[in-house]
């Protein structure tokens, strides 16, 4: 009955998400296809809670915190990362549906395939979805949402984790508060510094990697436009739309060149020219940042105090500091916050627990 209700309350979370990226979408195309995918999600729950003989009240009917989490992310750095989360959650809800028709003995239609499928048969079934409004709509589908959350979250992770160790390690070893200061503010500028020039050097180096391959797709599209248009029909009949829709499509695209360079080189080379925008300086800056941020959180205690106090004060804060990092972390996987939480916790305890061990035998042994 809990996995019940949780794959209706997925659903429900669901419709709430998608009626807030349609009441945020400009592009009234791409703004309806949202809202009918919210009008689909919420018959899903409703048909899935009536099977199974389950009374949704007013109170069941509402989204979860997870939901409003997510819509409160979207408000502040956009609801492009919503999309991302949702489509993560339509694979998620189809591999449950395709589970439950196994153990009840019933057959597959193929229609259980990710909610990616009926959006297109959304586009392809409404006429007033021309070329422009399909290539933003692609744009927005092919964003994975939430990345730039995510590397938020992980770049906090490691740091908060790695100095951890770093500093359990040297406690255990010497608990003289200068050494382990000296230690854990060297193991948070070295970690910064290292984490900012590899996301310096991946963004750079991708974007000139995809610059050169960008520029010879633009040489294609000038020199041989109607070849370029026909192969983007043929993308789109691969996609399963129909070959006529499919050729509007493609007409309405190759209307703007630059338009059909940025859809060419996405299906074609996998390039999201969107991302490739973005400053390695920036990207490199917020990696030292959120490095830096989840650092500093167990060498903290040691500024003001020492010895044992700040061991077991680095310990508590370090535990509070995992469980929210844990916490989260679910709202891209959808996992229980306690589940979370409590493993992350004791992940970043066992490592720190090692090294302190460690640190204690070379103490010793030393002294």
Do not use: C
Request: aromatic share 8%; charged share 20%; net charge negative.
């Amino acid at each position: 009955m809990k996995d019940l209700r949780k794959n209706i309350q997925t659903e429900i979370d669901a419709s709430y998400l998608y009626a807030r990226l349609a009441e945020n979408e400009s592009d009234t195309s791409v703004s309806n296809i949202f809202r009918q995918m919210s009008e689909i999600e919420m018959s899903h729950a409703k048909a899935f809670a009536q099977k199974n003989g389950v009374v949704l009240l007013d109170d069941l009917m509402q989204p979860s915190i997870r939901a409003k989490a997510l819509n409160l992310i979207g408000k502040v750095f956009g609801y492009d990362y919503i999309l991302g989360v949702l489509m993560d959650t339509e694979r998620s809800l189809s591999s449950a549906e395709i589970s439950n028709k196994v153990k009840a003995g019933e057959a597959l239609t193929g229609n259980e395939s990710n909610h990616v499928k009926i959006l297109k048969n959304l586009v392809q079934n409404d006429v007033q979805v021309g070329g422009t409004s399909w290539a933003r709509f692609e744009k927005k589908h092919r964003t994975v949402g939430g990345n730039a959350i995510r590397a938020a979250v992980l770049g906090g992770n490691d740091g908060l984790v790695s100095n951890f160790s770093l500093i359990m390690g040297v406690a255990g070893a010497a608990h003289d508060n200068k050494t382990v200061l000296l230690t854990g503010f060297a193991g948070l500028f070295a970690g910064a510094l290292s984490m900012a020039m590899g996301e310096w050097i991946s963004v750079k180096s991708s974007q000139e990697l995809y610059e050169n391959q960008m520029q010879l797709e633009m040489d294609e599209i000038e020199a041989n436009p109607e070849m370029e248009k026909k192969e983007l029909a043929l993308i789109y009949m691969a996609k399963g739309v129909d070959e006529a829709q499919a050729h509007k499509i493609a007409e309405d695209i190759m209307k703007d060149k630059s338009l059909a360079h940025q859809v060419l080189v996405k299906e074609e080379l996998g390039i999201n020219p969107e991302e490739l925008k973005g400053s390695a300086f920036e990207a490199a800056s917020y990696s030292f940042v959120l490095f830096a941020f989840g650092a500093i959180i167990p060498l903290f205690p040691f500024i003001f105090t020492k010895g044992d106090v700040a061991i077991l004060s680095s310990v508590a804060v370090s535990t509070i500091g995992l469980f929210l990092i844990g916490s989260v972390i679910t709202l891209f996987t959808g996992k229980s916050i306690f589940f979370s939480g409590t493993r992350q916790v004791l992940f970043g305890l066992a490592a720190a627990a090692v090294t302190f061990g460690i640190g204690k035998l070379i103490g010793v042994s030393i002294g």
